[in-house]
């Protein structure tokens, strides 16, 4: 068979990204584990093949969803310990001929340069002789000058599958060029019996479900992968479009032979009544099973019988949630093959009334087994602490972060310490845009939808507008103290950072320019929120808005559950003089401050920290351009980095250290010990333990802690340079000395300096901002502060003194740059100055 190579550096190969991931097996050449994980993204397979240079890379390649790692000979033999517990079928190896090949189980073989076609027809025969260990057979590929149709079918008979690079590929069934057709290629192995040349064909859907039998030739091959849909060879009417007439169209999804190469397997998404012309799904009789159950649903949701108890389950999410926990809890507690059947039956049902709602398909949820089946990391897989049996002991083990060595670890070590876990905002956005748009589309009646979904909170009215209800907002003396106090401090930094006077400069005798502020309009504040309570964001977000004269400030917060807001969120929205408070949450906050709604205002530009979603929206509004909105900056899970030499109080690093850890599993934070004793390390060690177990949320910090880790080294230029390199959001100095320090700092989102600058501070109270750059966005990102919501704008003016100057040097330009109006605006001023 053959198998395509795609070059990602090469853009013009671009167009043949969804032709090629019809195949099994695709190898990509020069890219990334972001583009290929973008790829699997954009085209749904993750069938492809990737090079690594190392474990490390390897690891990341599976986890996106790449099904085979190829490695070069030496690699392997360096790595081959590493790759253990790393199934056959998962590995392939790149190199000339070489004997040690013979002693290497893996799934595949690329041979470069390939000469002695005798020696490897011989290794591949004794290579598939030997079956993989959970079935398949393994292969050997080779790479040849001047590939044919014809040499890829005779290299087959020698069991050789050849490699074609997709510049040599085309789906173009006319080109008249030294390409290849992809169909004919694919075809150049496959076999046929029949007298006309037709191979036997079966369609199947998605869950390899047969459809029905068909016929193939080369001419319709070759349309299905240029269009991408079922087109097939009809006996009697010749090319036949599936579903032209009658509507049931077929989206190509995969294509491939059996093991004998004499029978061809479509699989493909039908559309439409159904594959067969009786308007059945299957030329085998009605579906049936959870696919059956699935088409139900989908007709339920558009076309329910008013009262049936499916159209009561769509519209009221709170009776399909508590049906999903309890069918849940039945199943667990089932014992009997019958009953626990029974039970799953009823779970599966809510469950998938519950996708189709949300617009999830099976489909999708195959997508995504798929994607998870590729992942050779794994997690723990514990259950969350409110579903842990209370009889069950938590986890005793000791809470310790990893430990490396400056001086040991290699260059690409280093270089994946420096790295965040890969976030893939591709599923997040495709769930966000439908409730983005929906918002636009429906204002406020999306907005309250979408808070009794979400949030399961009926609400009579979703926005309060100023003043507010004094009753609404009371607090406690103490409560209201420590506002007031971290107000003052907040209000009077961000003041400083305010420039009150225009920058005037005279660059020539009779040219002045000038660059001044004014204030962004309008914008939203969204302050997370429900069952937390956050004042501090609303502080660090509307100090700087009411600080730079923001005309309007909106601000928006998830209802806690009896639909209230947060007292002390609504006490900061009347201190900072917002006018609207939203009660709501997530992705249709975002929406409504983006768009506005009829009571709503739209903002200009949008601020504050949030989950994934909340992050995915503001990056679907900035980037449409008819909401003409703005956003802070991007976002990621919470971090720190400490630097510690031998004047650090252990107590003091391990605290500053679980600080960050405590906001979520995804949390990193990171030690960097600068030539510290063992004994002094060992103490920071037991401290961070010792603390961690005595604290509330010592559960996620178990979680955040493991993926942390320490990297001792020896000086603190050392450190410097790893700490710039990773642009921490948080970096603290427990060193001496600390602000001697500050001027090699290029990469930080805030800088805590010395043993009595705890993060919290910033956090908190001290004055400067909380809402910070993280995932390394502190090289080009600075955390919100004053100018975030000013813009500056520059003026000029000139005398008749400075037009005689400057204006040869302006007509001069833009002769050059071709530009004569801009000149002429020049000239005929010119012209009058220097006639007088």
Known sequence: MFIPSLDLADATQASLYSSLSFFGSVILQNGNVDQIKSLIN???????????????????????????????????????????????????????????????????????????????????????SCLLGHGGEKSVAVQVSNVTIESIAELQTQNLDVIVPASRLTVNVDDKSDKLNIAEAFLATAKTDRPDGLYTTMVVDEFNKALGLVYSSKQSVAESIRLGQGVYQSRGRGLWH????SGATQTLKHIDYDCDGDALRFVVEQHGAGFCHLNTRT??????????????????????????????????PKLLRAKIMEEAEELCDATDKDEVAWE??????????KCVSAGVSLADIEKNLNKKARKVTRRPGNAKPKWEEPAVAQDTGRIEMMKYSLDDIS????????????????EIIGRVTPIM?????????????????FDRVDLQSHTIQAPFDPAMMELDPET???????????????????????????????VVCSRFTRPIERVGLYVPGGTAVLPSTALMLGIPAKVAGCHEIVMASPPRSDGSVVPEVLYVAHKVGASHVVKAGGAQAVAAMAYGTETIPKVDKIFGPGNQYVTAAKMVAQNDTSSLVAIDMPAGPSEVLVIADKTSNPVYVAADLLSQAEHGADSQVVLLAVDLTPEHLQEIETQVHDQAIALPRCDIIRKSIPHSFTLSMKTLEEAMKFSNDYAPEHLILHIENAASVLPSVDNAGSVFVGQYSPESFGDYASGTNHTLPTYGYSRMYSGVNTNGFVKHITSQECTAQGMDLLGDTVMRLAEIEGLGAHRNAVAVRINDLRRK
Not at 411 to 426: E, G, M, N, W
């Open 42 to 128: 954009q085209t749904g397979s993750t069938l492809y093949w990737a090079h690594a240079n190392s474990s490390e890379e390897a690891v990341q390649l599976w986890d996106v969803g790449v099904l085979k790692v190829i490695f070069t000979l030496d690699t392997y033999l360096q790595i081959q310990t590493e790759l253990a517990d790393i199934a056959q079928d998962r590995i392939a190896i790149i190199s000339t001929y070489d004997e040690k090949l013979k002693s290497i189980d893996v799934s595949t073989f690329i041979i470069q340069d390939a000469q002695d076609f005798s020696v490897l027809s011989e290794f591949a025969k004794q290579t598939k």
């Open 242 to 245: 599936k579903g032209l007439t």
């Open 283 to 316: 030329c085998f009789g009605h579906d049936s099973g959870i696919t059956a159950l699935e088409k139900t649903l989908k007709e339920r949701k558009n076309n329910a019988p008013a009262g049936s108890y499916t159209a009561r389950l769509f519209n009221d």
């Open 344 to 353: 799953a039956a009823d779970l599966i049902y809510f469950a998938l009334t």
């Open 411 to 426: 260059v690409q070590k280093r270089a994946s310490l420096l790295l965040r876990p890969i976030i893939d905002s591709t």
């Open 437 to 453: 748009q929906k918002v636009r589309k429906g204002g406020d009646k999306a907005i309250m939808d979408f808070t009794r979904q």
């Open 480 to 510: 209201k103290k420590a506002i007031d106090q971290a107000y003052d401090n907040i209000y009077k930094f961000h003041e400083a950072q305010l420039d009150k006077e225009p920058l005037v400069v005279e660059t020539m005798p009779g």
